[in-house]
């Protein structure tokens, strides 16, 4: 009986193996270069306040509060668009958070305010029991620094609700990088501990 039980253990062990073995001779070992990487610059090409159908816009709405009603009220939210041109996500009409903020942010471009004044943050945020990726935007506008998010997936916020870093005391856990269609910037720890805001971006 003995004898039995160790040879059936010996040929499920056997088996087990082999079949282990057999698996990864079919997915070979990831390697280093399998890494996906994305280059931040990408991120910037897809602000782009050129595009005909966003300088169309621009001049048709006007104003940057018209521009973040419509992004807010015309652009449909789909976390599971990837990011794409912000003219491509005025023709299909719906963008995850980032999308968004990439289209406001190139409306406001193609309405004259400089790319000193206003840049897309991703980040990570807090919500019950999970954590998120996320995107907002940051913007100077007469002479004031406000944060806005159009998304409508924390709540629907008004242009100008919040002030300063006062969105980022609110929502967000962590901010990670920031940019524009000129320029791509990792947030600093240091400027975290601080609490001196972003790198400038000119």
């Given at each position: 009986m003995r004898k039995t039980a160790v040879v059936l253990t010996a040929i499920v062990l056997a088996?087990?193996?082999?079949?282990?073995?057999?698996?990864?001779?079919?997915?070979?070992?990831?390697?280093?270069?399998?890494?996906?990487?994305?280059?931040?610059?990408?991120?910037?090409?897809?602000?782009?306040?050129?595009?005909k159908l966003i300088k169309a816009l621009a001049v048709e709405l006007k104003t940057p509060e018209n521009a973040y009603r419509f992004v807010q009220e015309r652009i449909t939210n789909d976390a599971a668009d990837p990011a794409i041109p912000a003219g491509e996500i005025l023709a299909t009409g719906k963008a995850s958070c980032l999308g968004k903020a990439i289209l406001l942010c190139a409306l406001y471009r193609a309405m004259g305010i400089p790319a000193s004044s206003v840049r897309v943050v991703a980040?990570?945020?807090?919500?019950?029991?999970?954590?998120?990726?996320?995107?907002?935007?940051?913007?100077?506008?007469?002479?004031?620094?406000?944060?806005?998010?159009?998304?409508?997936v924390l709540g629907?916020?008004?242009?100008?609700?919040?002030k300063d870093t006062s969105y980022t005391q609110v929502f967000i856990r962590d901010e990670e990088f920031v940019f524009n269609d000129k320029q791509?910037?990792?947030?600093?720890q240091l400027n975290k501990m601080r609490?001196?805001?972003h790198p400038p971006i000119q």
């Open positions: 088996f087990i193996c082999g079949f282990a073995a057999g698996s990864l001779k079919k997915r070979p070992p990831l390697s280093f270069h399998d890494v996906i990487v994305s280059n931040p610059f990408e991120l910037s090409s897809l602000i782009t306040p050129k595009d980040g990570e945020v807090d919500i019950p029991g999970s954590i998120i990726d996320h995107a907002w935007l940051e913007m100077e506008y007469k002479g004031r620094c406000i944060q806005q998010d159009a998304s409508n629907t916020f008004t242009f100008d609700q919040f791509f910037a990792i947030v600093s609490g001196m805001g």
